[in-house]
């Protein structure tokens, strides 16, 4: 999958060497990296919103989605599949479920299932697993305990996230899951597997 990708003209184009978006980002585990940098034949980064936002697309209205999508290459030569959408704000009105949820299904409908559908879709049975982060801290918990951080999310955008049914991404059901930099501080991390 990582060698499909890195051949694809386009998908090249929005690869990039990190994942991130203004103060957010996803830290890369040491077994990935070769001399400090990103070791190719273990990991790929696509810029997901570069590639809708570009004028090659000749649309009238640019789709809602994610941030990144990053591939890493297991020893098993299967692959765990990462969507990230990456959100500094201050405030839950930002992380709403449902505008969070049309930014994922872009990807999912239209990138997976459409567009590279014989790199991704077509390749499910080479995954081993799919993770939807939404990596954000709306309400500045850092610091606060776990029970503390329940009361706080209670009611709010982010534990709707809890309830929300799981979507079908490549064969297999995944929950759009709230990351928060507190839980895996400093940032959460891309591991090698």
């Given amino acids: 999958m990582i060698d499909a990708i890195r051949q694809n003209y386009d998908l090249c184009a929005i690869s990039r060497e990190c994942c991130s978006e203004n103060k957010i980002s996803v830290e890369i585990d040491v077994g990935l990296l070769n001399d400090g940098f990103l ?21 009238k209205r640019t789709p809602p989605s994610i941030d990144c999508l990053v591939v890493v290459k297991c020893q098993d030569g299967k692959h765990n599949v990462f969507l990230i959408e990456l959100k500094d704000c201050s405030g839950t009105k930002d992380v709403r479920c449902g505008e969070i949820k049309k930014k994922f299904l872009t990807v999912i409908d239209d990138f997976f299932n459409n567009k590279f559908k014989q790199i991704f879709s077509d390749r499910f049975d080479e995954i081993n697993s799919v993770k939807l982060w939404v990596v954000t801290d709306p309400l500045n918990t850092s610091g606060l305990t776990d029970e503390q951080y329940e009361k706080k999310i209670k009611g709010t955008a982010i534990d709707v996230y809890f309830g929300m049914k799981p979507l079908n991404v490549l064969g ?18 891309i591991k090698a597997c």
Avoid: E, M, W
Wanted: proline share 10%; net charge positive.
């Fill in 39 to 59: 070791n190719h034949d273990k990991i790929v980064i696509l810029k997901v919103d570069a590639y809708y936002s570009s004028h090659r697309l000749r649309v």
């Fill in 172 to 189: 297999k059901y995944c929950l759009i899951t709230p990351i928060l930099p507190r839980q895996s501080f400093p940032c959460p991390v």
